[in-house]
């Protein structure tokens, strides 16, 4: 991709999760449009790897085919956001260091399935911590300067981006507390567009279906087995599709927004 057809040129993003997977992916793609993108996880060693192959040029682009950009600059964030005090200095840090914050993707989250009735209450805990809680603290700390870079060039606009699931459409059985974390996260995100639309503050969810990813690693053994078997039935996503659909909903033009997008793989039947 040329200079010419960056999109995000002279804009910052944080992406949080950003050390695996789609968070990984989203920096990634973000960083091909030109944008400045600081890297929020709590394994600093796979932040700092990413970091360099961005800046070196090597790593920016999706597996869609956009190609590498140099010059991009990635600044590295080791930090646990299920602590409200870190997740301020992460967005104050990005913004001391770069001036600005455009675009704020949350997406670090944890899946820990199984039935209610004997899940461990510590996972429970580790869900709501993550998926919600963290969610709401990097959204509050990064709000005012979103909305001041919404009237800013070079585009005018700012985006938030949340990353749920299908799990935020339906419920399952043995899904009880990631199902109410995922649907927070859509009922907290429509508030939050019919709040600040009018300011040129998008908010947008995107939804993905069966993604190949490590978030099953965290499952219990016997969680994990059934998920692998119902997994091996179908051609699961991977991360760079869906970080292209973030992508695509942070390149739309000030007049439009993408405020939902639900991505499963071809095969995935519920």
Do not use: C
């Not at 990984?24 to 973000?30: F, G, I, K, S």
């Not at 704020?104 to 510590?122: F, H, K, S, W, Y």
């Not at 908010?203 to 279906?209: D, R, S, Y």
């Amino acid at each position: 991709m040329s200079e010419l057809q960056q999109h995000l040129q002279g804009t910052v993003a944080v992406v949080t999760g950003a050390s695996s997977g789609i968070g990984e992916a989203t920096a990634r793609a973000l960083a091909a449009e030109g944008a400045s993108v600081a890297l929020v996880a709590r394994r600093g060693d796979r932040l700092r790897a990413l970091a360099e192959e961005l800046e070196s040029g090597s790593g920016a682009g999706t597996r869609a085919g956009a190609g590498a950009s140099a010059g991009v600059r990635a600044l590295v964030i080791e930090a646990d956001i299920t602590d409200r005090a870190q997740a301020r200095e992460t967005v104050e840090r990005t913004v001391r260091e770069w001036g600005r914050l455009d675009i704020l993707v949350n997406n670090a989250g944890v899946m820990l399935l199984g039935p209610i009735e004997t899940a461990p209450i510590d996972e429970w805990d580790r869900m709501l911590d993550l998926n919600l809680r963290a969610l709401l603290s990097m959204t509050e700390a990064a709000l005012p300067h979103l909305l001041e870079a919404a009237d800013r060039a070079p585009r005018r606009v700012a985006d938030l981006v949340n990353v749920s699931s299908t799990a935020g459409r339906q419920v399952k059985r043995g899904s009880g507390v990631y199902n109410l974390t995922k649907h927070g996260v859509g009922a907290f995100s429509e508030s939050f567009r019919q709040e600040f639309s009018r300011r040129h503050l998008r908010v947008g969810v995107v939804e993905p279906g069966a993604v190949e990813t490590e978030l099953r690693d965290h499952l219990r053994p016997e969680i994990r087995e059934a998920n692998l078997k119902r997994m091996a039935s179908m051609e699961a996503l991977r991360s760079p599709d869906v970080a292209d659909a973030i992508r695509y909903m942070v390149t739309r033009p000030r007049h439009v927004v993408i405020n939902e997008l639900l991505v499963r793989p071809t095969e995935q039947d519920d």
